[in-house]
C-alpha cells in the first residue's frame, strides 16, 4: 500500500517530535478528526506508527516494521537511492549485500553490471542476482528466517569472515542523532558487523526515515562507514557529525545526486 502526501507528512512530524496529538494535525492539514484518525489507523496498520490516546507515536524500538510494508515505504526514494549506489560500483568487483529492501533496489540497480562476485545473506537478493550471465553469486550458510528470507547466526558470521571483498553494501534501521547505527536483531547485526570487517569500502544505503529513528541494538558508529547514500538532506546537526566523522553523504532524487556533506 502507497503512502499519500499527507499521509507521508504524518509520519514526517512523529519522527520529528515523536508524538503528534490528532489536534495538532487537524490544525496542520486542515482536515477532519475523522480524516486524521483514518490515516492514522492506515499508519498502525503498516506498522509505522503506534496508537496513543489522542493521538500517535513512534512504534517500540524493540521491533521493526513488517516486512511487506518496507518493501513498499518510501519504494521510489530506495530506487533513486539504489542507482546512485550501483553506479559506485565498478564492473568486476566482489561485495557484500546484506538483509534490507534497500539493499535489494540496489540488487535490482546492478544487473546491467558484468562480472560482479556477490556474497549474500539475502536470499531474495540471491534470486535477483544468480541468473545474470557472467554474476557469481554466493550464499551464506545459516539460518533462514522465514519473515524476510535472511540467513543469520553463528554460520553465516564465519562464512562472512573468511572474505576480504571490494564492497560492502549494507542496510540499517536507524541512525541515532549521535551517529550510532541502531537495528533490531543482534543476529542480524552480527552480520554487519562482520561485513563491514569484510569489506575495503563499505556503503551505508538508507532513506530520510532512518535519521534518528530508535532501535535497540547498536551495530557500530556512522564513522565506519565510507559512503552514505541516502534520498534528502540530513538535518543540520547530523550532517555536521558525518562530516566530523569523514563519511561522505550523497543525496539521490529523481534526476541524479548531488554532494552533502562529509569527506570529498
Known amino acids: 500500500m502507497n503512502l499519500n502526501h499527507r499521509q507521508q507528512e504524518i509520519l514526517r512530524l512523529v519522527q520529528q517530535r515523536g508524538f503528534v496529538s490528532i489536534d495538532d494535525l487537524v490544525s496542520s492539514f486542515n482536515v477532519t478528526p475523522q480524516t486524521i484518525r483514518r490515516d492514522i489507523n492506515v499508519l498502525c496498520d503498516m506498522g509505522l506508527l ?15 516494521i513488517a516486512y511487506p510494508a518496507r518493501q513498499v515505504l518510501h519504494l521510489d526514494e530506495k530506487r533513486w537511492i539504489a542507482r546512485l549506489a550501483a553506479q559506485h560500483i565498478p564492473d568486476k568487483s566482489s561485495l557484500f549485500i546484506n538483509l534490507g529492501t534497500t539493499t535489494e533496489e540496489v540488487a ?35 539460518l533462514v528466517r522465514h519473515r524476510d528470507h535472511g540467513i543469520v547466526g553463528e554460520a553465516t558470521v564465519d562464512f562472512i569472515k573468511q572474505f576480504k571483498v571490494d564492497f560492502g553494501i549494507i542496510g540499517i534501521s536507524g541512525i541515532d542523532l549521535d551517529g550510532t547505527l541502531l537495528d533490531f536483531d543482534y543476529r542480524e547485526v552480527r552480520v554487519s558487523q562482520a561485513i563491514i570487517a569484510s569489506s575495503r569500502k563499505v556503503l551505508l544505503v538508507t532513506d530520510h526515515s532512518k535519521f534518528g529513528r530508535n532501535a535497540m541494538v547498536r551495530l557500530g558508529h556512522i564513522s565506519d562507514v565510507d559512503l552514505l547514500i541516502t534520498d534528502c538532506l540530513p538535518p543540520n546537526n547530523m550532517s555536521e557529525m558525518f562530516a566530523q566523522a569523514e563519511v561522505q553523504v550523497l543525496v539521490a532524487d529523481s534526476e541524479g545526486a548531488s554532494l552533502s556533506s562529509g569527506n570529498t
Open 108 to 142: 535490482k540497480a546492478l544487473t546491467d553490471h558484468a562480472g560482479l562476485r556477490v556474497i549474500t545473506n539475502n536470499l531474495n537478493v540471491a534470486m535477483l542476482l544468480s541468473d545474470q550471465p557472467g554474476f557469481e553469486v554466493i550464499v551464506t550458510g545459516g
Open 50 to 64: 503506534r496508537r496513543f490516546h489522542g493521538g500517535a507515536g513512534l512504534p517500540s524500538s524493540v521491533e521493526n
